[in-house]
């Protein structure tokens, strides 16, 4: 085949880290995928993906086409040791055809503003679902240009293979530090003297631990990636859900491997699968569950794959989860991308009750799967639906696609809840299900959503309605008998840099005139005073359940809290009533992004500490905490790596399935 040179528009498509790569977790002109150091659970399918390179350009240039010829081979090492064998044999499968293609890459910066990319031939292979059920040690040798050599390592974990728990469920705080948790209980817990008269619900689980949350070719991750580390046990790149990212043009045939959802489904046919997610369905931590893709973005892909699992290789059956909560309906409604199906009504054909609304979710039968879209995009903040009412009229947003507004959607707790119900119900009604438990994620996403945007009130928000989620849940499966056979996980997927370094007086600000007097009105150590927001005020619109949320959202004292990369914004630290915020947006006739003059009127200037056409916030290297409780809790203790929150769920619920 001729080999082509891509269009300018798939350049940047091989290297987002600032250090560009030629791809990353291929240090050499041979490539291994899965690479180097890559860990796998007994049985779990994966594909591998081989590659060589040939530069034309740059400073890996070289003379001639890729090897077409290239060997491969793997070892089992240690105990049970077997020679090199051909992957053909070792795999006891036929030899893959051979691919060629052209990609191109920028060498950095300087290269990239020159508009001169380097242009690199590919000579590829792939095999398809294989696994490695005896734990040990493998190395996997590509053999190319006469000789030289790629040489991977790889794991298969000797994990506990009895089944401890019956249900694992998993809550997400996506985006969330612990540094927020402090600020949100700040806000919802009175201290008196220092003392907090009151513990969030995550304050009281029995174990807590941190985990490392880096990608495979950069130290900061994004949602897709982590997401991906967190269900698989595999470190990938950026945007990549469930797949190492290969250097072809195509998302849909980078080398993939199962997911926790998949791996349960396949051990344990009929158990309870639930998704739940305050995002768009098709967001990257719902999707992660079963798409596999090298492009989040790819929103038909996913909700096709909730549906069918995957239909373009072979892969594991999947036929679609017991709950699917969220929103996103425009990703569910017919369209170009989706090929103009409605999957409402393919949902319903396959026997799915279907909600729009939290009156109908409360009605919807326990015993039946459910799918429930509540709102087009993103759903609405906890502030929203329980304290600025307003904002949620003239939206536009309800899920038929009406253009009604969704102002009647659930909450994170009450789709929890009910998912809960449902997989109860059905794991003890339905023969197929009976008795072989359920795995449910539940994500808190706009806790990172409104932290791109800086609208910290919101975020905090919703992290305090996820804390109020887990203490809810905890007493549902008290009530239902199955606290004690369930494992439950409150983590986060990755970090921002969020902290709150004192207090502001707000009224005393808004009155300066110049942005330094302003600066003023910030109290740190001695006069960052108390928090005012667990006291009532005459005449403050207020939320009160409990003690698990703040009396107050609007006082005059509030916290001086920031994020440490972020793009030019104006500051006047009061909550944004009217909506959540927009804090910079683009001049006319430029991609650069500027203050958006709308927003936080009363405030002061602070520049940007990011790319000038970087609009949001965005992630932190950060670890993040793991809180634990329920069988093999003790698992989750010290600091680990993302991957070993999938390992160690895996092992709880009995998946290595290990041959010796």
């Known amino acids: 085949m001729k080999f082509t040179v891509l269009v300018a528009s798939a350049f940047a498509s091989t290297a987002f880290a600032q250090t560009f790569q030629r791809l990353g977790g291929c240090p050499d002109l041979g490539c291994i995928f899965p690479p180097d150091k890559a860990e796998f659970l007994s049985g779990q399918f994966f594909d591998i993906r ?3 390179h040939s530069p034309v350009n740059g400073s890996e240039a070289r003379v001639g086409g890729p090897d077409e010829k290239f060997t491969f081979t793997i070892e089992r090492k240690g105990r049970g040791h077997q020679q090199p064998q051909p992957a053909t044999q070792f795999f006891k499968t036929e030899e893959p055809k051979l691919e060629k293609w052209q990609f191109s890459w920028y060498e950095d910066l300087f290269a990239k503003d020159a508009g001169k990319p380097s242009i ?8 398809r679902r294989v696994s490695l059920d005896r734990p040990g040690i493998y190395e996997a040798v590509l053999t190319y240009y006469n ?4 040489t991977d390592t790889w794991e298969v974990k000797e994990l506990r293979t009895r089944r401890r728990a019956k249900n694992v469920i998993l809550f997400i705080g996506d985006g969330m530090t612990t540094n927020m948790i402090t600020a949100a209980r700040l806000m919802a817990h009175q201290s008196i003297n220092g003392k907090y008269q009151s513990k969030m619900q995550m304050d009281q689980f029995p174990v807590l631990g941190h985990q490392m949350t880096h990608s495979m070719d950069s130290f900061i991750t994004d949602s897709a990636n982590s997401a991906t580390a967190l269900y698989t046990g595999h470190k990938s790149t950026v945007n990549a859900l469930n797949v190492y990212r290969d250097s072809s043009k195509s998302p849909f045939d980078d080398p993939k491997f199962e997911t926790i959802a998949e791996i349960f489904r396949r051990v344990n046919p009929g158990a309870g699968v639930g998704i739940v997610s305050t995002a768009h369905l ?6 992660a569950l079963t798409a596999h893709t090298s492009d989040r973005g790819q929103s038909a892909h996913v909700i096709d794959t909730y549906f ?6 072979t892969w594991t059956q999947w036929d679609g989860p017991d709950v699917l909560f969220g929103g996103g309906a425009e990703d569910f409604l017919p369209n170009d991308d989706n090929k103009k199906q409605n999957y409402y009504e393919m949902f319903k054909k396959k026997g799915y009750s279907l909600s729009w609304n939290a009156t109908a979710l409360a009605q919807a039968s326990n ?3 459910a799918l429930g879209v509540f709102s ?9 639906r329980n304290v600025y009412k307003e904002n949620l009229k003239n939206q536009k947003n309800y899920p038929d696609g009406s253009d009604k507004d969704a102002d009647d959607q659930p909450g994170l707790k009450e789709m929890t809840l009910k998912a809960v119900d449902i997989l109860h119900t059905r794991n003890r009604n339905h023969r197929e299900s009976r008795g072989k438990g359920f795995f449910l994620m539940s994500e808190a996403a706009s806790i990172d959503k409104q932290m791109h945007t800086m609208d910290y009130d919101r975020a905090l928000g919703e992290l305090l309605e996820l804390d109020d989620t887990v203490r809810a849940t905890i007493t549902k499966l008290r009530a239902l008998g199955e606290l004690d056979d369930t494992l439950i996980i409150v983590t ?5 840099g969020f902290d709150v370094t004192g207090s502001v007086d707000t009224k005393y600000l808004a009155e300066q005139k110049s942005d330094r007097e302003k600066r003023k009105a910030i109290g740190t150590y001695f006069n960052s005073g108390l928090s005012q927001y667990t006291v009532q005020k005459q005449g403050s619109l207020k939320y009160s359940e409990g003690v698990h949320f703040p009396a107050q959202w609007d006082p005059r004292y509030t916290l001086h809290s920031g994020l440490g990369a972020h793009p030019d914004k104006r500051e006047n630290y009061q909550v944004h009533k009217d909506g959540p915020r927009l804090p910079a947006t683009t001049a006319r006739g430029t991609k650069d992004y500027y203050v958006n003059y709308k927003d936080a009127v009363t405030g002061f200037i602070v520049n940007g500490t990011i790319a000038p056409d970087e609009g949001q916030g965005v992630h932190s290297l950060t670890d993040v905490p793991v809180f634990a409780m329920g069988p093999c809790q003790e698992d989750f203790g010290g600091v680990y790596n993302s991957v070993d929150v999938f390992f160690r769920m895996a092992q709880c619920l009995g998946l290595s399935k290990t041959r010796w």
Do not use: C, I
């Open 50 to 52: 081989l590659e060589v």
């Open 120 to 127: 690199v031939n590919v000579a590829s292979k792939a095999f």
């Open 147 to 150: 000789g030289k050599k790629t």
């Open 282 to 287: 098709s967001d990257a931590t719902p999707a």
């Open 308 to 313: 069918h699992g995957l239909s373009n290789y």
């Open 367 to 369: 015993d039946d799967r």
């Open 376 to 384: 087009t995009s993103v759903m609405a903040k906890w502030l929203d």
């Open 492 to 496: 986060a997927d990755h970090g921002h």
